[in-house]
């Protein structure tokens, strides 16, 4: 079992930065992909980013490629999402998750999710 805490959310202003924090619970940390999705009110949950075990890769959505950058931490068991150049439509609840696979940009792929920390983005 995997527990996931994200933190980092907030209120910023458009073209403002954040960075997101997720630390992961158990063992297998180092044998996870892991990812980031987000969710706007009245929307589906969305692909962000994703990290493959070895962070030999990583994936972005073409709407933050540029501006966000996933990351790990093996040793810290934790995952980070640093989010650049803020845009109002960036505003959701950004939601930590892990997969036993190699990587995934669907949420069907992922084993394991947090609570989620929501990301605000005034303009």
């Known amino acids: 079992q995997v527990q996931l805490v994200e933190w980092g959310g907030g209120l910023v202003q458009a073209g403002g930065s954040l960075r997101l924090s997720c630390a992961a619970s158990g063992r ?3 044998n996870l992909a892991l990812g980031w999705f987000r969710q706007a009110p009245g929307k589906e949950r969305e692909f962000v980013a994703a990290i ?7 994936y972005y959505a ?3 490629k540029g501006r966000f950058t996933i990351s790990r931490d093996n040793a810290k ?5 640093q989010m650049n ?3 109002p439509e960036d505003t959701a609840v950004y939601y930590c998750a892990a997969s036993y696979g190699d990587y995934g940009f669907n949420i069907y792929e992922y084993n394991y999710w947090g609570h989620g920390t ?3 983005v005034s303009s």
């Open 52 to 58: 493959r075990r070895s962070a030999s890769n990583t």
């Open 118 to 120: 929501q990301v605000t």
């Open 77 to 81: 068991n934790t995952v980070y999402l």
């Open 85 to 87: 150049s803020l845009k």
């Open 62 to 64: 073409d709407s933050v």
């Open 28 to 30: 297998t940390f180092n």
